[in-house]
Nanobody
Framework: QVQLVESGGGLVQAGGSLRLSCAASGRILSWYVMGWFRQAPGKEREFVAALKWSGGSTKFADSVKGRFTISRDTAKNTVYLQMNSLKPEDTAVYYC???????????????????WGQGTQVTVSS
């Protein structure tokens, strides 16, 4: 069992930055993949970024490449999403998620992730 709690959302102007945190309780095993997804009003939940807990390899959605980074602090069992050069279209509720059954390449579909946080709102004003 993994519990995830996000924090760090808020209101920011376009071009600004935010850092989201996802604190995980429970044992995070080496093969787990930790992901960030987002959901804007009226839209489906979409993949943003993911990180393999073991070696830290990362994957990003094309829409955020070069602007967002994902990292982890293994001592704190925490995953971070650093968001720079934010755009109004980045406005959404951001969710942290854990894929505990990953056996190969990082998966980007929400259904692959068994555990989810409650979400944190990010609003980017123009």
């Amino acid at each position: 069992q993994v519990q995830l709690v996000e924090s760090g959302g808020g209101l920011v102007q376009a071009g600004g930055s935010l850092r989201l945190s996802c604190a995980a309780s429970g044992r995070i095993l080496s093969w787990y993949v930790m992901g960030w997804f987002r959901q804007a009003p009226g839209k489906e939940r979409e993949f943003v970024a993911a990180l393999k807990w073991s070696g830290g390899s990362t994957k990003f959605a094309d829409s955020v490449k070069g602007r967002f980074t994902i990292s982890r602090d293994t001592a704190k069992n925490t995953v971070y999403l650093q968001m720079n050069s934010l755009k109004p279209e980045d406005t959404a509720v951001y969710y942290c998620a854990a894929d505990t059954k990953n056996v190969g390449s990082t998966r980007v579909v929400p259904a692959a992730y068994e555990y989810w946080g409650q979400g944190t709102q990010v609003t980017v004003s123009s």
